[in-house]
C-alpha cells in the first residue's frame, strides 16, 4: 500500500508517482527514443506510409548532379562538405523527422540543460505557502518536468514540421557533416498537386535550393557562426514562472486530465518572453540568417530563371508558402531564436541588391569571418562595402 511519508513528495497521488518514477528513468529531454519515436507518431498520425518510388529515387540524383554543377559554377564554392557528390534522396515524413532529431539533437540538449540548471531551480520556487500540499508536490514535480515537456515538444515540433517541409534546409540551421540531402516526396508531390506546378520543374526547384543552401552553410565560418549563435540563443532560456505558477496554480493535482491539459502548452514551460541575452543575440543572428537566405535567393534566381522553363510560377507559390508558415513552424523559430517572416527574406534581397547595385562582389561574404557583415551594415551595403575594402 503506497503512503505519503518522506519518500512520496506527490502526497501519494498514483498518477504524479508514476510520472515522476517514467521522468526519473527516462534520461535526459525524456529519452531521446521517446522523442524520435513521437515525433514520428505526429508525423505519420500513427499510418503507415508507401516507400519513394524508386524511379523518383533515380530522378533526383539527376537533378542532384544538375543542381552542384550550376551552384558551383555561381558561386565559386564548395557545393560537399566531406569530397563525395551531393546526393538528394527522397525519404518518408518518419524518416525526415528520425534524422532531424538526430541533427538538432545537441542544439535541444543544450536548451535542456539550461533548462535544468538555475532557472528551473528557481521556478520551482513557487509563490505558495511552503507547508501547503500545491507546494510539497509542484516543487518536485517540475523538478522533472521541463526535460520531459523539452523531449514531447521537440518531437512533437519535429513531428508537425515533417508534415510540411520539403528539404531539410526549410530552416538554415546547419547538420552534421553529409552530402546527402533529404526532400519529403509526399510532401513535394502534394505540394505540386495542390498548386498545379510541373512536377520535374518542382523537384529540380527544390534541388537547388537546397544544394545552394547546403552549400552556403558549409562555408566553415559562416557554420561556424551560425552554429554558435543558435547554441547561445537555446542556452539562454530561461523559465517563464509566473506562467507555470499559472498554468499549474489552480490545477486540481487529484485529477490527471486537468493536469495533463494544463501542461498541454509547451510555451507555459518553456517561456514565452525572451530573456536579455536572448534579446542581445537576435540582431546578429537575424542578420546572419537574412544574409544567408538573401544570398541563396540570389543564386536561384541566377540559375533558375536559364534551367527552370516554370521558374517565375514556381518561385512564386513556394515564396508565398514559406512566409504562410504555421503555428507549429513560427514555434520553432521562437524556440531557436530564427524568424523566417517574409520581413527576414525582403531584408536579404535588398542586401543582396544593394551590394550588386554599388557593383559589389557577393563573393567577398565567404573569404573570412570578418566579412560576415553586422546588423547594420546588412540595412546598409555601402557600409559593408566600405569596410571589407579597407
Request: proline share 7%.
Amino acid at each position: 500500500m503506497s503512503g505519503s511519508g518522506p519518500e512520496d513528495p506527490f502526497g501519494g497521488i498514483p498518477f504524479l508517482g508514476d510520472l515522476a518514477k517514467m521522468l526519473q528513468g527516462a534520461g535526459g529531454l525524456g529519452g531521446w527514443d521517446a522523442a524520435r519515436q513521437f515525433a514520428v507518431q505526429v508525423a505519420t498520425g500513427g499510418a503507415p506510409e508507401d516507400n519513394p518510388d524508386p524511379r523518383d529515387r533515380l530522378a533526383l540524383e539527376e537533378l542532384a548532379r544538375v543542381a552542384e554543377l550550376h551552384v558551383g559554377a555561381t558561386t565559386g564554392l564548395d557545393v560537399g562538405q566531406t569530397g563525395r557528390p551531393v546526393t538528394v534522396v527522397p525519404v518518408t515524413r518518419a524518416e525526415w523527422a528520425r534524422r532531424t532529431v538526430d541533427a538538432w539533437r545537441p542544439l535541444l540538449e543544450k536548451l535542456s540543460q539550461a533548462l535544468t540548471g538555475p532557472a528551473l531551480a528557481q521556478s520551482a520556487d513557487l509563490d505558495l505557502d511552503d507547508d501547503s500540499p500545491d507546494a510539497a508536490m509542484f516543487g518536485p514535480l517540475l523538478q522533472l518536468l521541463a526535460p520531459m515537456m523539452l523531449g514531447l515538444q521537440a518531437g512533437s515540433m519535429v513531428g508537425h514540421l515533417a508534415t510540411r517541409s520539403l528539404g531539410q534546409y526549410d530552416l538554415p540551421i546547419p547538420r552534421p557533416p553529409s552530402d546527402e540531402l533529404v526532400v519529403v516526396d509526399r510532401n513535394v508531390r502534394e505540394f505540386g498537386e495542390e498548386w498545379s506546378l510541373p512536377r520535374d520543374d518542382l523537384r529540380l526547384w527544390i534541388c537547388l535550393s537546397e544544394v545552394a543552401t547546403h552549400t552556403v552553410l558549409g562555408v566553415p565560418h559562416v557554420r561556424e557562426r551560425m552554429w554558435r549563435l543558435l547554441e547561445q540563443h537555446v542556452t539562454s532560456f530561461s523559465l517563464d514562472t509566473s506562467a507555470i505558477e499559472q498554468a499549474l496554480g489552480s490545477v486540481d493535482p487529484s485529477d490527471p486530465e486537468a493536469l495533463q491539459e494544463a501542461l498541454g502548452d509547451p510555451a507555459a514551460l518553456l517561456g514565452t518572453i525572451q530573456s536579455e541575452a536572448q534579446k542581445s543575440l537576435l540582431p546578429e543572428l537575424s542578420a546572419l540568417t537574412a544574409v544567408i537566405v538573401g544570398y541563396v535567393d540570389h543564386i536561384m534566381d541566377s540559375v533558375g530563371t536559364t534551367l527552370i522553363g516554370s521558374y517565375g510560377m514556381l518561385t512564386e507559390a513556394l515564396h508565398r508558402r514559406r512566409v504562410e508558415a504555421a503555428a507549429a513552424d513560427r514555434f520553432v523559430e521562437h524556440l531557436l531564436g530564427l524568424e523566417m517572416g517574409r520581413e527576414q527574406y525582403e531584408r536579404g534581397e535588398r542586401f543582396v541588391a544593394g551590394v550588386l547595385e554599388r557593383g559589389g562582389d557577393l563573393g567577398r561574404l565567404f573569404t573570412k569571418a570578418e566579412h560576415l557583415p553586422t546588423p547594420n551594415e546588412v540595412d546598409a551595403p555601402g557600409l559593408w562595402l566600405a569596410r571589407i575594402d579597407l
